[in-house]
């Protein structure tokens, strides 16, 4: 199996790839090829995929971590190219309208398609249960208990009634690849937060996770979470490689790398393949 950072932000010195804030990953197996959020547009993700030597219309089933704009904006784009009626995985909230409030204004930042856009050009396969996509590629379904604290920004918002209130962020998933016995667990914004998802994780697989790469949105975290979450991932000794991006946070970044050491967290800029 093969994993490969397609959109992030971050790009490399001197590298072909195209950033922007936003993400995407490529998962390449035996049984075909899953591409997991699509960054925000399909300028830069369909530059990337070329450069990757990945036709679109060779990629089985789609995969979306969440509504937000930097993980589904290249969609329409992608729409256009992949073979019709493949599998597009997600959690059944996809389509709630969000928002981001900056300064007084209201924007839109959720899914730009429709559900009839969208069931027009795939099988939308939307659930809030774990789902095997591929074989050994499975999302994480919806991670419900949260006792730790999630990944969240106070700007983001839904409205409920007459009310706008904080984005429950129901729709945050992640996907599992089973590596034989071993997991590695892909990340998208990891609203739901890095901690509760990796207990979800470890309670539904039962098995070590030997990776964890994505977007750990621990860019509003204290210092004291931050210090939480190091010592939790020390704790678990089965983790090889930490390949933080996107949403995580340079301090959060630089945290992580004190505490595990560079060897194990890595760098994830668009092109990125991972060493699992
Ligand atoms: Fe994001
Ligand atoms: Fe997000």
Do not use: K
Request: glycine share 8%.
């Amino acid at each position: 199996m093969n994993v490969t950072c397609v959109v992030d932000d971050a790009v490399q010195r001197s590298s072909p790839f195209w950033g922007e804030h936003g993400l995407a990953f490529l998962i390449e197996t035996e049984a075909g090829c899953v591409l997991f959020d699509t960054g925000q547009s399909g300028t830069v993700l369909l530059h990337n995929l070329e450069l990757l030597d990945v036709d679109p219309v060779t990629i089985n089933a789609l995969a979306i971590s969440h509504a937000h704009y930097d993980h589904t904006g290249g969609l329409p784009a992608l729409l256009e190219r992949v073979h019709p009626a493949i599998p597009l995985y997600a959690n059944p909230d996809l389509f709630r309208v969000r928002f981001s409030r900056q300064g007084g204004e209201l924007r839109s930042m959720g899914l730009s398609l429709t559900r009839e856009e969208l069931t027009t050009r795939l099988t939308l396969r939307l659930s809030g249960v774990p789902q095997e996509i591929l074989p050994g590629v499975w999302t994480t379904g919806e991670i419900a208990s949260r006792p730790e604290p999630e990944g969240r920004s106070a700007r983001h918002l839904v409205r409920e009634g007459d009310a706008l209130v904080p984005d429950p962020y129901r729709d945050d998933m992640a996907l599992v690849l089973e590596m034989g016995d071993r997991l590695v667990l892909l990340c998208g914004c990891c609203h739901a937060g890095l901690l509760n998802t990796l207990a979800h994780v470890q309670r539904i697989f039962e098995r070590p996770i030997v990776a964890i790469a994505g977007g750990l949105h621990l860019t509003s975290a204290t210092a004291d979470h931050l210090q939480r979450v190091s010592d939790v991932l020390v704790g678990m000794e089965s983790v090889q490689r930490v390949y933080p991006n996107h949403c995580t946070g340079e301090a959060a970044f630089i945290a992580l790398t004190l505490t595990l050491g560079p060897s194990v967290v890595r760098p994830c800029p668009a092109g990125t393949v991972l060493e699992m």
